[in-house]
């Protein structure tokens, strides 16, 4: 299947300073990534599509200046996360959609963030 | 939007029993059903996924039922074994770049 790579996988920060996640499709160009949010014991919470070349739709709540995404090429997404804070704590976890199957979304490793 | 319901929550099994997990959705746009199993801090990984033009597929031990007329689908796992423990994800999506929209998922103990 098709191979989708997130890095850092464990980040620790302080209060105040931005993190930044990449996400990438190694063997297929994606068009459409996603990023998603789970809590421990949770489901995974969509917060924002993002498509090549322009701009990101966020999902109602999650705000915008706070979760920067860039998906400046086919193969690479970005989420920043910014001033973050300790409710920033989270599994992030991005997906591609392309490959062979349409609709069929392959997961990154996620990348646990813990803020002090 | 879709909204996703799942059941049961947790299901603990004897090894070599089955496990059925259900799930509903509302938008009835949505065409493409996957499950996706999660280990403890890993990435979910596609087990199987049905689309709405057939009504059941089977992969070995695992498979997948839809009713689009009641719009639920369900997963059935056969002869389960303890490598099956993990939680269990069920999704909904319709056609395009629409992203999937997940269940709360299902904690699945095998008991040896």
């Known amino acids: 299947g098709a191979v989708v790579s997130q890095h850092p996988s464990w980040v620790i920060c302080k209060s105040g300073t931005s993190v930044k996640i990449e996400c990438r499709s190694l063997?297929?160009?994606?068009?459409?990534m996603f990023w998603y949010r789970q809590f421990p014991k949770q489901s995974l919470m969509l917060m924002a599509t993002s498509n090549e070349g322009s701009k990101a739709t966020y999902e109602q709540g999650v705000e915008k200046d706070k979760f920067l995404i860039n998906h400046a090429s086919l193969t690479l997404s970005t989420l920043t996360v910014t001033s973050a804070h300790p409710e920033d704590s989270s599994f992030y976890i991005c997906?591609?959609?392309?490959?062979?199957?349409?609709?069929?979304?392959?997961f990154g490793a996620g990348t646990r963030l813990s803020v002090l | 939007g879709e909204n996703v319901e799942q059941h049961p929550s947790t299901l603990s099994v004897q090894e070599g029993d089955s496990a059925v997990i259900k799930c509903t959705y509302s938008d009835s746009a949505s065409n493409y059903f996957p499950w996706y199993k999660q280990e403890l801090g890993k990435r979910p990984q596609l087990i199987i996924d049905?689309?709405?033009?057939?009504g059941e597929k089977k992969d070995q031990r695992i498979a997948v039922t839809l009713n689009k007329t009641a719009k639920h689908f369900s997963l059935h796992i056969t002869e389960t074994q303890p490598e099956d423990s993990a939680v269990y994800f069920c999704?909904?999506?319709?056609?395009?770049?629409?992203?999937?929209?997940f269940g709360k998922g299902t904690r699945l103990s095998v008991i040896a």
């Open positions: 999704a909904a999506s319709a056609s395009g770049n629409t992203p999937l929209v």
């Open positions: 063997d297929f160009q994606a068009t459409t």
């Open positions: 997906s591609a959609r392309g490959g062979t199957g349409a609709g069929i979304q392959y």
């Open positions: 049905i689309r709405s033009n057939v």
